[in-house]
T-cell receptor, first 112, second 114 residues
Framework: NAGVTQTPKFRVLKTGQSMTLLCAQD?????MYWYRQDPGMGLRLIHY???????AKGEVPDGYNVSRLKKQNFLLGLESAAPSQTSVYFC???????????FGPGTRLLVL | AQSVAQPEDQVNVAEGNPLTVKCTYS??????LFWYVQYPNRGLQFLLK??????LVKGSYGFEAEFNKSQTSFHLKKPSALVSDSALYFC????????????FGKGTKLSVKP
């Protein structure tokens, strides 16, 4: 039981490049989330999903897209990366009627 | 609007002394409150939560938190700090109904010295 895993662990992009971050969970959780963590700002919700095939915007969705084609996977895409998207990205998941979110180890992204 | 405040960027304590990490919140309705801990280069780990019931909540690694409705606070405490408790601590409050979205505070760095 690996819990929540994220791929890749670290990535460097040039401005304008695109990439996809993968989150996978093996706990059969309904809800999945993407956050970004920036110094002094805590975690901010980018997008979330309440089930397979559904997604919704969080607090800071601009510049990102997501997809939840399979229940266990939640993808975060950057179509045209900007330096302001340099951050650490965390994925989380939780069960339908539970309150606790379980977090992945994070992806560190540097946009030059 | 929902919000969470952690007024201290850093808390320094000596090993063996009690520690408190402060959190205040603003939320409409009954609050669902959480504490998470983040060790260096790791994801967040759940420590404890308050949903309803006893105002003193016990969690992992000997931590506890006290819910105070009149002061809208949910301070994290531990009677005797360990060096291994040194980490970044986040308070969070739930909003958005059954979807369970969280708003996180900015985090408080706890440093425990031997």
């Amino acid at each position: 039981n690996a819990g929540v895993t994220q791929t890749p662990k670290f990535r460097v992009l040039k401005t304008g490049q695109s990439m996809t971050l993968l989150c996978a969970q093996d706990m059969n959780h309904e809800y999945m989330y993407w956050y970004r963590q920036d110094p002094g700002m805590g975690l901010r919700l980018i997008h979330y999903s309440v089930g397979e095939g559904t997604t919704a915007k969080g607090e800071v969705p601009d510049g990102y897209n997501v997809s939840r084609l399979k229940k266990q996977n939640f993808l975060l895409g950057l179509e045209s990366a900007a330096p302001s998207q340099t951050s650490v990205y965390f994925c989380a998941s939780k069960e339908l009627n539970q309150e606790t979110q379980y977090f992945g180890p994070g992806t560190r992204l540097l946009v030059l | 609007a929902q919000s969470v405040a952690q007024p201290e960027d850093q808390v320094n304590v000596a090993e063996g002394n009690p520690l408190t990490v402060k959190c205040t919140y603003s939320v409409s309705g009954n609050p669902y409150l959480f504490w998470y801990v983040q060790y260096p280069n790791r994801g967040l780990q759940f420590l404890l939560k308050y949903i309803t019931g006893d105002n003193l909540v016990k969690g992992s690694y000997g931590f506890e938190a006290e819910f105070n409705k009149s002061q809208t606070s949910f301070h994290l405490k531990k009677p005797s700090a360990l060096v291994s408790d040194s980490a970044l601590y986040f308070c969070a409050v739930k909003y958005g109904g059954s979807q369970g979205n969280l708003i996180f505070g900015k985090g408080t760095k706890l440093s425990v010295k031997p």
